[in-house]
C-alpha cells in the first residue's frame, strides 16, 4: 500500500452515520438474536440489542479519530538520535473477517532523524488503528507508515503479537497459536545490525 492511502482517513465522513445508526444496529442484533435461535423478547435478551451496538460502537471508535492530528500535536525538533522503542503496548482489536477479537502486544521502534514525537502518542495511535475492523497485516503496515510520513525517521520498526480468536474459539481451534506480523522499514530494513536490536530490545 502506498503510504499516503492508508491513513487518507475515513474517519471523520463516518461520525455522522455511525451516531444516527445506533437505533438501527441495535434492531439488527435483534434480528440476529433470533437468527441464532433465541427469543430476543426473554427477559436476560431484553436489553441485549442496545449492549451490543454500544459496545461494537466502543470497540469500532477508532474511525471517529484521526491519527494523523493526534500524532502531529506532539512532534518536537529534537537532536536524539538513537532507537527508541515503545514495547508492550497493549492492544484489542476485531479481525474483518469474523469480527471476533484478535489481542496482544505491539512494539514499535525508530530512529529519529531530527524529529521525535511524543511516546505516549504512539500507544494512542496503535488504540485508534486497533478499534477499527482490521487485519493484523494491514494494522502493523499502517503503524509503520505514519510513523515514516511523519517522522521521516531514519528507520522504523513494529512488531504485533496477537492471539486470535477466529483461530481460537472456532476453524482450526489452534489455543496456543500466536500470530506475529512485522513492518520494517528503511534501517530497520536495511541493516540486520539495526533489526537484531529492536528484536532483541523487544524481548524476541
Ligand atoms: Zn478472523
Known amino acids: 500500500m502506498p503510504p499516503?492511502?492508508?491513513h487518507v482517513e475515513i474517519a471523520h465522513a463516518f461520525t455522522e452515520a455511525r451516531a444516527a445508526s445506533t437505533v438501527d444496529m441495535a434492531a439488527r442484533v435483534r434480528d440476529l438474536?433470533?437468527?441464532?435461535?433465541?427469543?430476543?423478547?426473554?427477559?436476560g435478551l431484553i436489553k441485549t440489542p442496545e449492549r451490543v451496538a454500544k459496545s461494537l460502537r466502543f470497540l469500532t471508535k477508532g474511525y471517529e479519530e484521526d491519527p494523523v492530528e493526534v500524532l502531529n500535536e506532539a512532534i518536537f525538533t529534537d537532536a536524539y538520535d538513537e532507537m527508541v522503542i515503545v514495547k508492550d503496548i497493549?492492544?484489542?482489536?476485531?479481525?474483518?473477517?469474523?469480527?471476533?477479537?484478535?489481542f496482544g502486544r505491539c512494539h514499535i521502534a525508530y530512529i529519529p532523524n531530527g524529529k521525535i514525537v511524543g511516546?505516549?502518542?504512539?500507544?494512542?495511535?496503535?488504540e485508534i488503528y486497533s478499534r477499527r475492523l482490521q487485519?493484523?497485516?494491514?494494522?502493523?503496515t499502517q503503524i509503520a507508515h505514519l510513523i515514516d510520513d511523519l517522522l521521516e525517521p531514519k528507520g522504523v520498526g513494529v512488531i504485533m503479537?496477537?492471539?486470535?480468536?477466529?483461530?481460537?474459539?472456532?476453524g482450526v481451534e489452534k489455543q496456543n497459536s500466536t500470530t506475529v506480523t512485522s513492518c520494517m522499514l528503511a534501517d530497520f530494513r536495511d541493516s540486520?545490525?539495526?533489526r537484531a536490536e529492536?528484536?532483541?530490545l523487544a524481548g524476541y
Open 4 to 6: 499516503a492511502e492508508h
Open 33 to 43: 438474536l433470533t437468527a441464532v435461535g433465541e427469543d430476543p423478547a426473554r427477559e
Open 90 to 102: 497493549d492492544f484489542f482489536s476485531l479481525c474483518e473477517h469474523h469480527m471476533l477479537p484478535f
Open 119 to 126: 511516546l505516549s502518542k504512539l500507544a494512542r495511535m496503535v
Open 135 to 140: 487485519v493484523q497485516e494491514r494494522l502493523v
Open 161 to 170: 503479537d496477537a492471539t486470535h480468536l477466529c483461530m481460537v474459539m472456532r
Open 192 to 194: 540486520e545490525t539495526t
Open 198 to 200: 529492536f528484536l532483541r
